[in-house]
């Protein structure tokens, strides 16, 4: 029997990185991993965690993203407004677009969107950093910042 009010939610790994501490007895190696999760339906989050192995890092990450979901106000596929978003070194620019334009947004925006169910708008990367997690973190404060016009 289907659980009611189960949503189901997809995941996807932006960013897998191979990090390491050095300490007195040498280097201590972890991995850190960048993940994405939404019901593509307006819900949204991202999560960042290490771990001693690949698989470790990846779940607590999903687990993060799962915590750290947020409501983005779609209006017929796109964004009510214009926004914009500042995390660190990253800024982003998001702009609604007409019906059928598409997902014109590259990288971590791009899947953001995807998996938030934003079918039709338009990003600019602003900021000169390629750091994945900082971009990540501008498009949600950017998303969070989105109210819908009454």
């Known amino acids: 029997m289907p659980e009611v009010g189960k949503e189901?939610?997809?995941?996807?790994?932006?960013d897998l990185r191979r990090v390491a501490h050095t300490r007195a007895g040498g280097k201590k190696l972890r991995f850190r991993a960048l993940v994405v999760?939404?019901?593509?339906?307006?819900?949204?989050?991202?999560g960042v965690a290490s771990g001693l192995d690949v698989a470790q890092a990846i779940e607590k990450a999903t687990y993060q993203s799962k915590k750290n979901l947020i409501e983005v106000p779609i209006v017929d596929g796109t964004i009510p407004h214009e926004v914009y978003g500042k995390f660190?070194?990253?800024?982003?620019?998001?702009?609604?677009?007409?019906?059928?334009?598409?997902?014109?947004?590259?990288g971590t925006v791009r899947v953001i969107c995807q998996l938030a169910g934003i079918h039709d708008v338009s990003s600019k990367?602003?900021?000169?950093?390629?750091?994945?997690?900082?971009n990540a973190r501008a498009t949600i404060l950017a998303l969070k910042k989105l109210r819908i016009k009454k």
Do not use: W, Y
């Open 8 to 14: 189901e939610f997809e995941s996807k790994l932006l």
């Open 37 to 46: 999760t939404g019901n593509k339906a307006g819900k949204v989050g991202v």
């Open 125 to 134: 990367l602003l900021g000169r950093t390629g750091n994945k997690i900082n």
């Open 88 to 106: 660190g070194a990253a800024e982003v620019l998001l702009k609604p677009q007409r019906k059928g334009r598409g997902l014109v947004a590259g």
